[in-house]
């Protein structure tokens, strides 16, 4: 099966009055469709600037990035970008906040807007549609960043560090409720993160990046015991998991709440650990 998104052999650095500031060097992974991918590093290691790569916003000094196989420049309106930030306005309602992409993009249709009102019905928002973003607490006002977001359709999700601007609870709720969401919407997701438990409780596969300039130290594949098999397999909810769904995309998949609770979250963050410590990272 052709990648949905393949990143090879990229290198970029920053030249700025003082000198260059080299901040990727030979990076390569791939992502298939649905698949859920984290990037992990230490502060400052170019994570966002590989971000600001995937979504075009700048160039690869070398090594290209293909979408379905063709240039990215081809590809622009897959993608779609959340932030740390949620960048709602106050002046717009939440309802209006949520179409200002389609609004951008003069998408913004009856058609659309209906299909905006479902979205917020979806997700439970849609009692607030009327009210200001800080009526709204912060877990809530990331779902609606995320609604901006997945109104456009983007194939492709590129997620910045955007659980860090929450407190450590609320963080873990709105980790489990927006990863969740991706996942049911099957998109091709890029997560990025320094923080590995976060990384362990949401990805299909981890890209474990050194310190500046990033390049890949490893890249893990990460997969945990269905629903059922943690329940105690039965005959009926083994017979509903579907064969065709890509992997780790069953409806039986664990939320990230339990997958933190599994031996296996600690063996792998024992494993990535080592990694990104390796070398005083
Ligand atoms: P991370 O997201 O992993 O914390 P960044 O990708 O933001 O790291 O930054 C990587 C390196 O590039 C840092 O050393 C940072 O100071 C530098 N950098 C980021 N943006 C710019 C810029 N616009 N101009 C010059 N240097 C930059
Ligand atoms: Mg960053």
Same mark, same amino acid.
């Given at each position: 099966?052709?990648?949905?998104?393949?990143? @090879?052999?990229?290198?970029?650095?920053?030249?700025?009055?003082?000198?260059?500031?080299?901040?990727?060097?030979?990076?390569?992974?791939?992502?298939?469709?649905?698949?859920?991918?984290?990037?992990?590093?230490?502060?400052?290691?170019?994570?966002?600037?590989?971000?600001?790569?995937?979504?075009?916003?700048?160039?690869?000094?070398?090594?290209?990035?293909?979408?379905?196989?063709?240039?990215?420049?081809?590809?622009?309106?897959?993608?779609?970008?959340?932030?740390?930030?949620?960048?709602?306005?106050?002046?717009?309602?939440?309802?209006?906040?949520?179409?200002?992409?389609?609004?951008?993009?003069?998408?913004?249709?009856?058609?659309?807007?209906?299909?905006?009102?479902?979205?917020?019905?979806?997700?439970?928002?849609?009692?607030?549609?009327?009210?200001?973003?800080?009526?709204?607490?912060?877990?809530?006002?990331?779902?609606?960043?995320?609604?901006?977001?997945?109104?456009?359709?983007?194939?492709?999700?590129?997620?910045?560090?955007?659980?860090?601007?929450?407190?450590?609870?609320?963080?873990?709720?709105?980790?489990?409720?927006?990863?969740?969401?991706?996942?049911?919407?099957?998109?091709?997701?890029?997560?990025?993160?320094?923080?590995?438990?976060?990384?362990?409780?949401?990805?299909?596969?981890?890209?474990?990046?050194?310190? @500046?300039?990033?390049?890949?130290?490893?890249?893990?594949?990460?997969?945990?015991?269905?629903?059922?098999?943690?329940?105690?397999?039965?005959?009926?909810?083994?017979?509903?998991?579907?064969?065709?769904?890509?992997?780790?995309?069953?409806?039986?998949?664990?939320?990230?709440?339990?997958?933190?609770?599994?031996?296996?979250?600690?063996?792998?963050?024992?494993?990535?650990?080592?990694?990104?410590?390796?070398?005083?990272?």
């Amino acid at each position: 099966m052709a990648h949905k998104l393949e990143v @090879r052999g990229v290198g970029y650095a920053y030249h700025t009055m003082e000198g260059e500031t080299p901040a990727l060097s030979d990076i390569s992974f791939t992502a298939d469709t649905g698949e859920f991918i984290a990037v992990v590093g230490p502060s400052g290691c170019g994570k966002s600037t590989l971000l600001s790569l995937l979504c075009g916003l700048v160039k690869p000094e070398s090594g290209s990035i293909l979408i379905d196989q063709k240039p990215l420049e081809e590809a622009g309106d897959l993608i779609g970008y959340m932030l740390q930030k949620d960048h709602l306005f106050e002046w717009r309602t939440i309802l209006s906040n949520v179409s200002l992409g389609l609004e951008i993009q003069k998408r913004l249709t009856p058609e659309t807007q209906n299909e905006l009102k479902e979205m917020l019905k979806t997700y439970g928002l849609e009692e607030f549609q009327d009210m200001r973003p800080s009526q709204l607490s912060g877990g809530m006002r990331q779902r609606a960043a995320l609604i901006r977001t997945l109104a456009l359709k983007p194939d492709i999700l590129l997620l910045d560090e955007p659980f860090s601007a929450l407190d450590y609870q609320t963080r873990l709720a709105v980790c489990d409720d927006i990863s969740t969401i991706i996942r049911k919407t099957k998109k091709t997701a890029v997560l990025v993160t320094h923080d590995l438990s976060e990384a362990i409780s949401v990805a299909d596969q981890i890209i474990v990046l050194s310190p @500046r300039p990033a390049r890949v130290k490893a890249i893990i594949p990460i997969s945990f015991p269905k629903k059922n098999q943690l329940q105690g397999e039965s005959k009926e909810t083994a017979l509903k998991d579907t064969d065709h769904a890509a992997p780790g995309r069953t409806e039986s998949t664990i939320s990230p709440m339990e997958r933190r609770n599994t031996p296996e979250f600690s063996q792998y963050f024992n494993l990535i650990w080592k990694e990104l410590k390796h070398d005083g990272a």
